[in-house]
């Protein structure tokens, strides 16, 4: 009988879970251990969605999936070809853990808690006989053609194959040890964040929610569509996070001091919003503009506006002058606001940069280099907007990975 092959993942968490699992699976033969540097495995899938866990998002269709990754959307429209949002599903699902799929297509354990997605992790892998270990901080790997080293903590081990799943690093300095192996970095940036606008009196409309607006950042062409949520510090909801994920790298570029141009009317053309104001004038020109909201818009939200355009909200439709329906045009569809910071958004936090995708041959998520290592995770300059698409990545390179392993 031949020696048994040994596999190490670095990284407890999403990824790492389903590398392992998956290489177990493919290679029962093998000894396969997660090592993971804190003493908690799936920290992030713990609190992930509220604690509730969205765990992929309901879309058949590969190209629509991948358009979804600001980073990483050509790789994988290849790697989901083997393993896409409905093999989630039913994965799980044939695990015992019923998935939910809301109107939004965001899908959601049941249970409505994230432990449940935790417990079949570990009750899989008590099964396949995955070893686990916590507290072992991986600091640096030596790579042969045969073997790899790593040094874990004070002791060092070797492996046949190790699968690097250590997730996002806020810094650069935390893919130091990845950058020693002569694998190209992507400075790490954070993507889906709120934009801040300190003492903007926009502000006083906290937990406004604009159902569907058109954010677009000046001088570019870069625009978020869908809700738009008015916070304390400024502007959220899908719309601007959309937009945090497609422009991180320019956002940041910028020291996010930025102008963005909003269209309350979602993506309302001018013409079609001065015919509505001409038949508003015409039916309505007795009353007052703070009592005859012609938008679908909040009144407080609408009479906030008529003070941004600098129209009185006392006057008669009828009174208002040519040069008040330009300004009231452009505030509704063309609305100027600066932007002074951000607020990483809480809910889902992710990091572009990482890895470069350069590095990797996704048929197999190994190391171009290093043919015996791979890459699975956030670890890799891979990140998607939010709706359970950035544990999607996870689960198919960790898949992939663990299944080429040899
Ligand atoms: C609050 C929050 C909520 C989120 N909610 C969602 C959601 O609902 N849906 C969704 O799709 N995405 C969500 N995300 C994003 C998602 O959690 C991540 O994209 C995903 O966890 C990435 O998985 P990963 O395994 O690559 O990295 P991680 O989950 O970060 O796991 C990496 C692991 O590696 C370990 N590690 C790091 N370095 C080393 C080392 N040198 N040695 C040993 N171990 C190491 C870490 O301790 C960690 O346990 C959320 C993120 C946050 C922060």
């Given at each position: 009988?031949?020696k048994q092959q040994k596999i190490a993942i670095i990284g407890g968490g999403a990824a790492g879970f389903f590398a392992a699992i998956s290489a177990k699976q493919h290679w029962p033969n093998a000894q396969v ?364 390179t960790g898949f992939i990975a663990g299944k080429h392993v040899f």
């Amino acid at each position: 009988m031949g020696k048994q092959q040994k596999i190490a993942i670095i990284g407890g968490g999403a990824a790492g879970f389903f590398a392992a699992i998956s290489a177990k699976q493919h290679w029962p033969n093998a000894q396969v251990s997660i090592l993971e540097k804190s003493n908690k495995f799936l920290a992030k899938v713990k609190i992930s969605g509220g604690g509730r866990c969205n765990v992929t998002h309901d879309c058949p269709d590969i190209k629509e999936l991948s358009n979804a990754y600001p980073r990483g959307n050509t790789q994988l429209r290849k790697a989901f070809h083997q393993f896409a949002a409905t093999d989630t599903f039913e994965w799980f699902e044939s695990r015992g853990v019923a998935l939910k799929v809301y109107p939004d297509g965001c899908v959601f354990p049941v249970a409505n808690d994230s432990q449940v997605i935790i417990d079949c992790f570990m009750n899989t892998c008590k099964q396949l006989g995955i070893i686990l270990k916590t507290q072992q901080y991986i600091s640096k790997l030596e790579v042969s053609s045969t073997a790899v080293t790593i040094h874990n903590n004070e002791a060092i081990q070797t492996y046949d194959h190790v699968v690097i799943c250590a997730g996002g690093q806020p810094k650069r300095s935390g893919l130091d040890w990845l950058a020693a192996l002569g694998l190209e970095i992507i400075e790490p940036l954070p993507s889906l964040f709120t934009f801040n606008m300190p003492k903007n009196p926009i502000s006083e409309l906290m937990g406004t929610v604009v159902p569907n607006a058109t954010v677009k950042i000046e001088g570019t062409k870069l625009s978020g569509q869908g809700p738009l949520l008015i916070t304390h510090w400024g502007m959220s909801g899908p719309a601007v996070l959309l937009l945090s994920a497609w422009g991180a790298r320019l956002l940041a570029e910028k020291n996010y001091q930025f102008a963005i141009l909003v269209n309350w009317l979602d993506q309302k053309k001018e013409d079609d919003l001065r015919q509505d104001l001409t038949h508003t004038i015409n039916a309505h020109g007795a009353k007052k503009l703070s009592n005859w909201n012609p938008t679908p818009l909040t009144n407080r939200l609408w009479n906030h506006l008529l003070v941004r355009a600098e129209i009185s909200a006392d006057q008669r439709w009828a009174e208002v002058g040519k040069k008040a329906i330009n300004k009231l045009v452009n505030t509704l569809l063309n609305d100027r606001f600066e932007v002074q910071g951000k607020t990483t958004f809480k809910e889902e936090f992710v990091t572009a940069g990482g890895v470069a995708l350069s590095e990797i041959d996704f048929q197999t998520m190994k190391s171009k280099k290093h043919p015996n290592l791979s890459f699975a995770g956030e670890v890799l300059d891979i990140d998607g907007i939010t709706g359970g698409y950035n544990f999607q990545a996870a689960w198919t390179t960790g898949f992939i990975a663990g299944k080429h392993v040899f």
